[in-house]
Structures are given as structure tokens and as C-alpha cells.
């Protein structure tokens, strides 16, 4: 199921399309698609909403049943008239039926008709509302999903046979799906990945073995009808009076604005016009393949190549090690980053994730600028934190870090667990934060001068954590940690702490990091002169 519900999330927000209520996330949104946990309760949702829509068939079956019987019992009697309607009517009984049938039964025939049905469904369908995405949901899910389109080189084709970075997946995207991401994209102005996606919308409506309910089902003229405007903006004119003629001859209606969109098109062609003047500007929708983005796609140098980079057995942190060391890989010296294997339980995980799921919050970053943490678009996961004295389960944990670090933990900040949704991800950033121009709160206990990042699952695909500066990327393995150092020996900022969490591809990803303060370690890691 996991392993589904990232592709499947965007067909499922998309249940979200009629107006909600507007609200920032301030204000309380849910945001559903930047937590798998989290969107698992829109599928008890669903299941809820696809049982009210059985309830109303079935309420409407029960009049169809009833009219159809009626149907059965009138015609038999009509058509015993019809064969000899003056004999019939010479009997005074079928004479005073009929009147009183015209009279009273067709009278509550016509009220049996116009009585509303299936209102009690349609009230537990409006008190699900609440609970549904909103419009933001599906902006995010459409981001999300254009995300990991761009950061891992994936083609729109594939995505929507459900194909990811070479693998066949058991779903795929519909019309339905395709065309939400073009409109999207295309309020954004990003046009070139609108036209990719409207393109796979029409793709999917000509194949005849595809169809849709009557009630979303879109048609083939209106996304031609948006395509072609998309092309327009693209200044791809000639195309664009190609998708337009197409939709003509399949409307013999002859639409009035399409036929009006072909001739201004026609008329730029032959004014030979390179730019259209309402057009906002263009934006660029393909990445440039970067760092982060080979990181992302796993090429960078394999560690193996380095021989100053080994593995052992840690003993020497703490008395405790002596006695259970721990499996360590040094992965970097500059920062200094260590990789530990099997160094958290599956037991400790799966309780720390039903601590945790409950408490979800979305995740947020500290502005300055604003005084406080705000929801951003460059960090999308939820999470949840725990002092370290919340229960024995945190207090093994602290304890285990600093075993790890060889630091003191006073004064540092709570444990954060987080779960990643589709395609969650973290842009590149750093942990620390200068603290010398940070709040007196900070200053007091120092900059982060360490993180420790636990992976509390595997990821079928994407997730990985990447430092572009350095060429690292070390990808999730359920029960391992990466601890790295944010500051230099003398106590100054390392940019090479740079690093980012990749969107992920498929799978939920659930992380535990700790981020360690300095002044605590005054005697375990003091601070030392640059040499000149």
C-alpha cells in the first residue's frame, strides 16, 4: 500500500476540487500531502464517502424499483384498454378507475417523483467536508508531484503509465489527474510543464478503453481548449492553430471562443508576431541538473573510492561502549560525518512512530525576519517533538546519542520525529544559525554545533540526505544514523554543512534527528585557533 500511495495521492486530493473554505496554514490547514501518515486518514475518508455514495444508489435503486413497478402494473391495464378502449370504457368499474387514477394516483406519482432522494447521504457527504483537502492540498500535491518530476529527470509519460526512474508500478494517472496538473501549472506559469501534462490528458482521452463517470468526466474540447492557450504563451503559434483545428473538427458545433481562438492565432502567424504582449514572463520549469540533483539521483562518487573512509567498531565514545560497541562508517572529514548501523531497534522505532503520529504538525523554519518558525514551501514534512525526559524510550535515546558524540546534551533541543510525505523533501539549507546574531535564548546555549539524523525506515526509492558541497549522499536504511559536525574546531559556521533532503520517490520516510548546542561542550570539544 505504501509503496502506492504516493502516485495515488494526487488522484485522491483531486476528490478536493469543489470550492472549501479558503484558509492560510496559520490558520489550521491539515496539509495533507506532506505526511504519509497523515493522508492515510484521507483514505478512511474515502472509504466513508464511497459508502454514502452506495447508500444513495441504493436509496435511489429502491424508487427506481418502485417506479418500475408501477410502470409494470399501469401498462398492463393501459394496454387491456388500448386493444378495445370502448368496450373498456363500457364498463362503469374501468370507467370510475380510470377517472380515479387520472384523478389521484397520477397526482402522487408526481409527488413521488419530485421528492428528493438520498438527502441523508448527501448530509454525510457535507459533514466529510471538513475533513477533505482544499484547494491548497491539491496546489501542494501538484508541486509535490512536479517536484519529483524535475529533481529526478522523469518524463510525464512515464509518470503517468505509473513508471518511476525505470520501475512499473501498479497505477496510474487518469485524465482526471493529468489535467489538475496542467491547470495548476499553468496558473503558475509554469508552461512548459503545463503543455507536458495537458499533452498526457489528451493522450489518455483518445485511447477508447478509458472512461470516466459522468459527473467528472472532462471533455476532449475543454482541455484542447486549455492546451492551445498553453501553447500560445509557449509563443508555439503554428502548434497551437494545429489543436485548435483538431478540437473544430471534433465540435460540429463549432464553438464560437474556439472559433475566435483560431482566428487570432491566424492572425498573429501572419502578423509573423514572436511574443504576445499579454503573456507574463515565461518561467524556466526545468531544473538545471545541479548537485543536489546528481545526489538526488545517486551519482555522485562511491565512498568506497576514498581510502582515507573506514568502518569499526566505536568502544571508545563512553565506559557503556566498551562493553556494547557500535558499528560506525566514517564518511566525511571535512565536515567530519559518521554513518551507525543497527544503532536504533525496531521495537524503539515502531514506538517512537506511534508517539509520534498523533501529534503531527507541518513542519516549519525559523525566520528571523519574522520573529517566529513559518510554514515554507522548501520544507514539506510533518513532525512531532519530545523533551528528553517525555518517557524511558527518550531518555535511552539521549543517552545513546551522547554515547554516540562523545557530547554533553544539556541545553540542546528536543528530539524531532518526522514523517515525510509525497514527495517530501527538504531544500538545501543548514542547521546552524549563527548564533551571535540569533535571540538571547540561543546565544545563551550556543550554535548547533552537531546533528544526529536517525532513520527510522527504508525508502523503496529518493529520500536520500545530501551534502552537494562535498559530493556525499547517504540514502536511508531503517535503524542507521548519520551525526555530523555544523562547526569548525575554533567554533565558526562550515559551509560544507550544507545538505538537503531529497524528495521522496516512493515510500514513507520517517526520520528522528537531534541537533546538539555548543556551550555544553566546553570540555568534551573546546573551541581551538585557526592556525594562519
Not at 500531502?33 to 492515510?40: C, F, L, N, Q, Y
Amino acid at each position: 500500500m505504501k509503496r502506492r500511495i504516493l502516485l495515488f495521492a494526487v488522484a485522491l486530493i483531486a476528490a478536493g476540487l469543489a470550492p472549501l473554505p479558503v484558509q492560510s496554514q496559520e490558520e489550521g490547514e491539515q496539509s495533507h500531502s506532506t505526511s504519509v501518515a497523515g493522508m492515510v486518514k484521507l483514505l478512511e475518508v474515502e472509504a466513508q464517502l464511497i459508502d454514502a455514495l452506495k447508500d444513495y444508489a441504493g436509496e435511489l435503486d429502491k424508487k427506481l424499483q418502485a417506479v418500475r413497478s408501477g410502470i409494470a402494473s399501469m401498462r398492463q391495464e393501459s394496454k387491456r384498454a388500448q386493444d378495445s378502449m370502448e368496450e373498456y370504457l363500457s364498463n362503469p368499474l374501468n370507467s370510475f378507475k380510470l377517472i380515479r387514477r387520472m384523478h389521484r394516483d397520477w397526482t402522487l406519482w408526481q409527488i413521488f417523483m419530485d421528492e428528493p432522494v438520498g438527502l441523508a447521504q448527501v448530509d454525510s457527504v457535507q459533514e466529510l467536508r471538513e475533513q477533505m483537502p482544499t484547494s491548497t492540498d491539491l496546489e501542494e500535491a501538484v508541486t509535490a508531484l512536479d517536484r519529483i518530476q524535475t529533481t529526478y529527470g522523469l518524463t510525464m509519460a512515464d509518470i503517468s503509465s505509473g513508471i518511476l526512474d525505470g520501475r512499473q508500478y501498479n497505477v496510474s494517472l487518469s485524465a482526471l489527474d493529468t489535467y489538475a496538473m496542467g491547470q495548476i501549472l499553468f496558473d503558475e506559469g509554469k508552461y512548459a510543464a503545463a503543455a507536458g501534462w495537458l499533452y498526457q490528458s489528451l493522450v489518455w482521452l483518445e485511447d477508447k478503453t478509458n472512461s470516466l463517470p459522468a459527473p467528472v468526466e472532462v471533455s476532449k474540447g475543454e482541455v484542447q481548449a486549455v492546451y492551445a492557450e498553453t501553447l500560445l504563451k509557449l509563443e508555439r503559434h503554428a502548434d497551437a492553430l494545429t489543436v485548435v483545428n483538431i478540437a473544430l473538427e471534433g465540435d460540429k458545433r463549432n464553438d464560437i471562443k474556439m472559433l475566435l481562438k483560431k482566428s487570432e492565432i491566424e492572425t498573429l502567424i501572419r502578423m509573423g508576431t514572436n511574443t504576445i504582449v499579454t503573456a507574463p514572463t515565461l518561467k524556466s520549469t526545468a531544473a538545471p541538473v545541479g548537485e543536489y540533483e546528481r545526489g538526488c539521483r545517486g551519482l555522485f562518487p562511491s565512498l568506497s573510492t576514498n581510502r582515507k573512509l573506514h568502518c569499526l567498531y566505536n568502544s571508545s565514545n563512553s565506559d557503556f561502549l566498551r562493553l556494547a560497541p557500535l558499528k560506525m562508517e566514517l564518511v566525511g572529514l571535512d565536515p567530519y560525518m559518521v554513518l551507525y548501523h543497527d544503532v536504533i531497534s525496531a521495537s524503539e522505532i515502531s514506538q517512537l512512530q506511534e508517539m509520534a503520529t498523533p501529534g503531527l504538525k507541518r513542519a516549519t523554519v525559523y525566520k528571523s525576519s519574522a520573529s517566529r518558525s513559518v510554514v515554507v514551501k522548501t520544507r514539506t514534512s510533518k513532525v512531532a517533538w519530545f523533551t528528553d525526559a517525555f518517557n524511558e524510550l527518550t531518555e535511552r535515546l539521549n543517552r545513546r546519542i551522547s554515547d554516540m558524540t562523545n557530547f554533553e546534551l544539556l541545553g540542546s533541543e528536543m528530539l524531532q520525529v518526522m514523517n515525510y510525505g509525497l514527495g517530501g523533501h527538504y531544500d538545501k539549507h543548514y542547521d546552524f544559525f549563527n548564533a551571535s546574531s540569533a535571540t538571547n535564548l540561543t546565544q545563551m546555549n550556543g550554535d548547533r554545533i552537531a546533528t544526529v539524523l536517525f532513520y527510522l525506515t527504508d525508502v523503496e526509492q529518493g529520500g536520500a540526505t545530501v551534502f552537494p558541497n562535498i559530493q556525499r549522499a547517504v540514502f536511508p536504511q531503517r535503524g542507521s544514523a548519520i551525526v555530523w559536525y555544523n562547526l569548525l574546531d575554533d567554533g565558526e559556521t562550515n559551509p560544507q554543512t550544507l545538505h538537503a533532503a531529497c524528495p521522496v520517490l516512493v515510500g514513507s520516510k520517517w526520520v528522528c534527528n537531534k541537533w546538539i548546542r555548543e556551550r555544553a561542550q566546553l570540555f568534551r570539544r573546546p573551541c581551538l585557533k585557526r592556525g594562519k
